[in-house]
């Protein structure tokens, strides 16, 4: 009896695993996935808020900017360990300035910048309602305690280069570099941050592209690759695929009998020499990774999992 209780707990869990897991898949390019692209040409629904919005615990230049600052809370948990990680590592101050904004938000500050210069000027560097990364809650605007305004001076700042340096390993990819314009169109914006999650954020960040042209070719990789591919098989993809090289695509069918060996396989063309493939998935992680390497024992006596199992 005690084992039949036990041999359905399982089952239970495996089910709840493959359910989430589904979900995820099937999540990821929506409107509410951390890969949804909005931009100019791809649009949020009027009425799309997400439902998991959480102010993240970082500091703003003044108190009123709290209620400002909301993310959705995988992101804003990420935004935490970046802020953090700056100020640890290099001793640097992030300040957190603009996460959500609303549909009618962003309607509000457009009609307010057009007025004051023009549509067509306000448009290269507010977004219209509905073409806002904000209202996704995946993007931040951050600033130092040296440069109080949103301007690319940013970039020449200490915390800056921090930010263009290190964000991806938190899942951060600065959006609208300026010799992206033509892609993105909006002028450089080395303050507006936004979230898709450490892998492809890493990805990115080695490939050195425009979001729009990483994004038009990672989703021809198939589901469980989004969710569970490495950097360097990202990477390697989408570049071979920018190239005009789809071979990777027969590599990795979309039906798959075994996603983790075909994962593997298909990152053994991408990984450096000196580089394993767990330690690519690792790569996949917040840093520090989730767990120490495995410890090599170098004692002649070696046990096998039965043996071991024994004791």
Request: hydrophobic content about 40%; glycine content about 4%; some cysteine.
């Amino acid at each position: 009896m005690r084992y039949r209780i036990f041999a359905l707990a399982v089952l239970f869990a495996l089910l709840f695993s493959h359910s989430v897991l589904a979900e995820q898949e099937a999540d990821i390019l929506s409107d509410s996935g951390i890969l949804c692209l909005v931009n100019r040409e791809k649009h949020l629904p009027k009425d799309y808020a997400p439902s998991d919005l959480v102010k993240p615990k970082v500091d703003t230049r003044k108190s009123s900017l709290q209620e400002r600052i909301y993310m959705r809370e995988e992101a804003a948990h990420a935004l935490e360990d970046m802020f953090n990680a700056a100020l640890t590592e290099s001793a640097l101050k992030l300040l957190a300035v603009s996460g959500y904004r609303s549909y009618g938000t962003q309607q509000v500050l457009f009609n307010q910048k057009a007025a004051a210069v023009s549509a067509a000027t306000a448009s290269l560097t507010v977004a219209k309602p509905g073409e806002s990364e904000h209202q996704l809650g995946l993007a931040m605007d951050v600033q130092c305690p040296d440069t109080l305004t949103l301007s690319s001076n940013f970039a020449q700042t200490e915390e800056g280069r921090w930010v263009e340096e290190n964000a991806h390993r938190f899942g951060f990819i600065i959006r609208y570099k300026a010799e992206w314009k033509s892609m993105t169109g909006y002028n450089y914006e080395p303050w507006h941050i936004r979230y898709i999650g450490v892998a492809h954020a890493t990805a990115v960040h080695m490939l050195n592209i425009p979001y729009e042209t990483y994004y038009e070719q990672v989703i021809r990789l198939p589901e469980y690759v989004l969710t569970q591919g490495n950097p360097y098989l990202l990477a390697g993809a989408v570049q071979d695929l920018i190239n005009g090289d789809e071979s990777i695509l027969a590599l990795l069918p979309a039906n798959a009998p075994d996603t983790d060996a075909a994962l593997r396989r298909a990152s053994q063309r991408y990984l450096p020499e000196d580089t394993s493939y767990q330690q690519a998935v690792w790569m996949g992680y917040p840093t520090p990774v989730p767990t120490p390497e495995p410890r090599v024992d170098t004692d002649t006596e070696e046990y096998s999992y039965s043996q071991m199992e024994g004791k």
